[in-house]
């Protein structure tokens, strides 16, 4: 390239600078840069090679640079915000060299330093009941955005909704990781609304990192309203038979009762028992309770109403007995689960005896129960097993 400005000759070769420079977007303090000299080659046909020398004073070279006959090179590792002063000589195959070129000179910019973004971990919605007193909210990852970021930061908090949640309050000291809100919901107002937590590190840019949660504000359940004391719970009953399901609750009567089968409302159940007489197969399936009272009102959730047919009873076998009596295998059928316990309902021949095994690793099985079906097998501990199997079969 040519530059009248920077235009020098020594020895018959002329020595012209040239510059390329490139930062990268997030460039720290005393990065490095580089330079691109190019020059016209020396005609002289014993030239063997050019030196370059430069430095950060004027005629004072403290490095040196030996490239071949070639008429550019690269110098690297210059340091920011500096001016260097290049000169340069030939050289022959022995090893003599010219004197210096008239002297060039190129000031490297200043670093550009990007500001890393502060952090603060997302926060979980919240619902609240209105006059609930102060609720704290935990705030944590909370950083500078970069180890190498010593910065003051500021975390501040703003509400959608005044009236709802009052002025939320941040409690923290820089540079901890870790801090708090503390809101109070409205003594007589309901709704939602959105609180927003901001740190910033005192940046020029990107200097902010703010989480939204949402607060929703609601009633507290009235005592009055109709609960369930008692869950209902899975049954298994036999052709013929009579069995019951019946709801337990609390609140302040009177209440009103209606029991669905399979979704579909009872037209008579409208009582806290439901009474199944002479029981069918038709009658199997899911069946479920609503209880209201002046209040509001309550739902028991599915349970499932199974229903054998009839099966004779196993009679003894006696060394004369030629018929063979057949034993269905056993079905294990989910129950409802509460309180960290797992129950399982065990069908199969009624009046028949069945094993319950149980095994963490579906290799070492060990007894946990013999009844005669159907039963339910309830596992008190559920909680306390990382993983369970159970098995069942009939006893000889």
Sequence with gaps: MSCSANNFRAKGFGFLFGSWLALALQLPALATQSVTLVWNPNTDTNVAGYRIYYGTVSQNYTNVVTVGN????????????TTFFFAATTTDAAGDESAFSNEAS??????VVVNQPPTLNSLTNVIVYKNAGLQTIALSGITSGSPTENQVLKVTSTTSNASLTGTPTVTYTS?????????????TLTGSCKITVTVNDGGTSNNIIAQTFSVTVVAPPNPNTPKFAQPLTNSVATVGQTTALSAVVT????????????GKNLATATSATLKLKNIKTSQAGSYSVTVSNAYGSTNSGNVLLSVLAVSTPLKQLTSASVSPVTVVAATLTSARQTNGQ?????????????????????????????????FTFTEPNASSFNQRFYRAYSQP
């Design 70 to 81: 070639v008429t550019n090179t690269v110098i690297s590792g210059l340091a920011d915000a």
């Design 106 to 111: 190129f000031s490297t910019a200043a670093a």
């Design 342 to 374: 797992f129950a399982f309902l065990v069908t199969g021949t009624v009046g028949s005896n069945y094993v319950v095994q149980a095994s963490s690793d579906m290799k070492n099985w060990s007894v946990v129960m013999t009844n005669a079906a159907p």
């Design 251 to 262: 609140g302040k009567a009177p209440f009103r009762y209606q029991w669905k089968f399979n």
């Design 175 to 187: 540079p901890n990781s870790t801090g708090t809100l503390v809101f109070k919901p409205s003594a």
